[in-house]
């Protein structure tokens, strides 16, 4: 208000002052190297005038408000302020380069300010945890919450953060559930965080729900909280009381995350472990045919849905390219051997040993070739598979 009530005086003047002196007669010469500049006396005595009154004010923003010339330049000019700065980042300093006793002599020095003894003390508990003085860690706490009783909040989100460092993370939920209603980005994210290490499915959930519904998150920075826990929740559903439940829950998953494979495969198993083998069988038969997931493929091939010839022949006539997918082979090898098609399963698992040469592959293509009457191919791969053993 100071400022608005300065620039007003200072303009005003300027007008008042123009009627009265342009009247006055002589000039003004100003002699330069090669020229000299000619002007009216009242226009200097104009500017004059102007120039004292905006001086006198700039003095009086300096000496007598508040924040100085930091309200223009955005810098502070109070020494006390600025060395009460000095002695936090130092402090900082300090924590980062390790100098812990140095660090507490700057907190100590930073804390005498009264801008700065909220901030101080939460370095200290920061400080009190790195030596390991939990009690010291707590008063610390506690008393920069009665310094500034109306950032409790903040004291609060600060030792939920310590106490994940710490590795107590039920500690650290029990206060970040208490913050929920705050909708702070910052509490969500670390109830996430910790949610998920307790798995606390159900609760990290609907707190992407929330924080989804707040623009607080978005799906392509923040996938893998969703991607974790929709399947933390999936992995839960075993039993066919559950089937309602898992399709209530699948309705309100976010769009972008159904679509993601490892996701929807995950619902599919759900629902043939949970009894609804048709929906699951056609959801996975439409994606093959659009030939749209291999890895669905795999899938379909290992479920039992009751005609595993035909699901044979669906992946076969199908246009998945899965000569390089090694677990799409081995579901064809597997179902070739579950058939007795003994000539294909040959075939795919000699085009999985291509791809990888390990002990249990070697097995499987040892009993095959056994199948076939070739024993002395047979035997041949049951010594290599030996030979990796040993």
């Not at 120039?51 to 955005?74: C, P």
């Not at 660090?103 to 930073?110: E, H, R």
């Not at 490892?262 to 083998?277: H, M, N, S, T, V």
Request: aromatic share 10%; with cysteine.
């Amino acid at each position: 208000m100071k400022i608005v009530i300065g620039l007003l005086i200072f303009i005003i003047v300027g007008f008042i002052l123009g009627p009265l002196v342009q009247n006055i007669p002589g000039s003004v010469h100003i002699l330069l190297t090669d020229k000299s500049i000619q002007f009216p006396l009242w226009i200097a005595l104009i500017f004059l005038v102007l120039f004292f009154v905006g001086t006198v004010f700039v003095i009086h923003l300096y000496r007598y408000t508040t924040s100085g010339l930091s309200s223009i330049t955005g810098k502070s000019q109070n020494k006390k302020n600025k060395l009460a700065i000095v002695h936090i980042n130092n402090a900082f300093l300090a924590y980062i380069k390790g100098e812990f006793e140095e660090m507490n002599k700057w907190l100590i020095k930073s804390s005498m300010h009264p801008q700065l003894n909220f901030l101080s003390h939460l370095y200290a508990a920061k400080l009190a945890q790195f030596q390991l003085d939990i009690t010291r860690r707590d008063k610390c706490l506690i008393k920069a919450a009665e310094i500034k009783p109306d950032k409790q909040f903040i004291v609060d989100l600060f030792k939920a953060d310590l106490l994940i460092q710490e590795g107590n993370n039920i500690e650290a939920w029990n206060i970040l559930s208490q913050l929920k209603d705050q909708r702070n980005k910052k509490a969500i994210n670390l109830m996430l965080d910790v949610g998920i290490k307790l798995k606390r499915w159900d609760e990290c959930f609907e707190l992407l729900l929330l924080s989804k519904k707040l623009k607080m998150t978005e799906y392509s920075k923040d996938f893998q909280f969703y991607e974790r826990v929709v399947s933390g929740v999936l992995e839960r559903f075993q039993t066919p009381v559950d089937l309602n439940v898992l399709n209530q829950f699948w309705k309100k998953v976010p769009k972008e995350v159904t679509k993601e494979e490892p996701i929807f495969l995950q619902y599919i198993e759900c629902l043939f472990r949970l009894g609804d083998k048709k929906t699951a069988q056609k959801l996975l038969v439409d994606r093959i045919k659009k030939h749209e997931s291999i890895n669905g493929a795999a899938l379909y091939l290992t479920l039992d849905f009751g005609d595993k010839a035909s699901q044979l022949l669906l992946v076969e006539n199908s246009k998945l390219e899965m000569a390089s997918h090694e677990k799409a082979l081995l579901s064809l090898v597997k179902i070739t051997c579950d058939l007795n098609y003994w000539g294909k399963a040959r075939d795919y698992c000699e085009s999985l040993l291509a791809l990888n040469s390990k002990i249990d592959y070697l097995l499987i293509m040892s009993k095959i070739l056994s199948e076939l009457d070739q024993a002395d191919r047979s035997l041949i791969f049951y010594q290599k598979a030996l030979k990796q053993l040993n």
